[in-house]
């Protein structure tokens, strides 16, 4: 049985059923939900992802050793911030101006989107990760640890502890943890950069995270 066995994830779209997938098949407890009631969403998960339990957003986090961040990212204020306060949560949303529009706090090259997710989330610990890969290849590409070719996950983030957390999660979901450094440092992950959509092993992901030093 993982440590830290039960997630919340907010999003319950593409990405968000993947990893609900991913961590029941791994074993771990999930309470999934979309932006409303969990009426709106009990069907779906209950077909795409039976045993997870579809509920609402501050229901979902009031339950979790860990909180994963999988909806839009221009989203963001709606999360309930306050009831985040103490978590370990993992921003796995990008950028993306088709969704989020072109006019947008985000397009600052200069600070990296979980920066401000952090800001907003006060009393929360943000890590970023499970934000480049694409959520088909989360799907096809998670295998048990050891397995030659076996696909990486980066994570950034600034507390050690919280960052081996993660990486004990991304294992656990089929892929070979690389912690690239602080959260600041996730912007390699963003859209525009080499990382987005990387689906490649820990060495290549590790060589083209050291391209991109600053
Ligand atoms: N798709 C990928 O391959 C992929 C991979 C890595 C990262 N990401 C990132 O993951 C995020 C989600 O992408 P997606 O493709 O899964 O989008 P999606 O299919 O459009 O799903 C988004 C989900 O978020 C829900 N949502 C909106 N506001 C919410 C809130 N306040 N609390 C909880 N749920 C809320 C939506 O619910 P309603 O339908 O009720 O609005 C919907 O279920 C994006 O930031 C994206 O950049 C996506």
Do not use: C
Not at 46 to 57: E, H, K, Y
Not at 60 to 68: E, G, L, N, R, Y
Not at 149 to 159: E, F, Q, T
């Amino acid at each position: 049985m993982p440590a830290n066995k039960t997630l919340a994830i907010l999003g319950a779209g593409k990405l968000g059923v993947v990893l609900t997938q991913l961590a029941l098949r791994a074993g771990y407890d999930v309470y999934i939900a979309g932006s409303g009631s969990a009426d709106k969403i009990a069907l779906s998960i209950q077909v795409l992802t039976p045993g997870a339990i579809a509920t609402t957003a501050e229901d979902a986090v009031a339950h979790a050793d860990i909180v994963i961040l999988a909806l839009p990212l221009g989203k963001y204020r709606t999360i309930p911030a306050d009831k985040l306060r103490g978590k370990l949560v993992i921003d796995a949303m990008n950028y993306w101006w088709e969704v989020d529009g072109r006019e947008s706090e985000f397009a600052d090259p200069m600070t990296s989107s979980s920066e401000i997710v952090q800001d907003y989330l006060v009393g929360a610990r943000v890590v970023k990760a499970l934000s480049h890969m694409g959520y088909h290849h989360l799907l096809d590409e998670s295998r048990p640890a050891g397995t030659p070719g076996r696909k990486a996950i980066a994570i950034a983030g600034d507390n050690d502890t919280d960052n081996q957390t993660v990486a004990a999660l991304v294992n656990n979901l089929g892929f070979d943890p690389v912690i690239i450094g602080p959260l600041a440092r996730g912007k390699i992950l963003e859209p525009g950069h080499e990382l987005f959509g990387a689906h490649v092993d820990k060495k290549s992901l590790l060589t083209i995270a050291a391209k991109n030093e600053d």
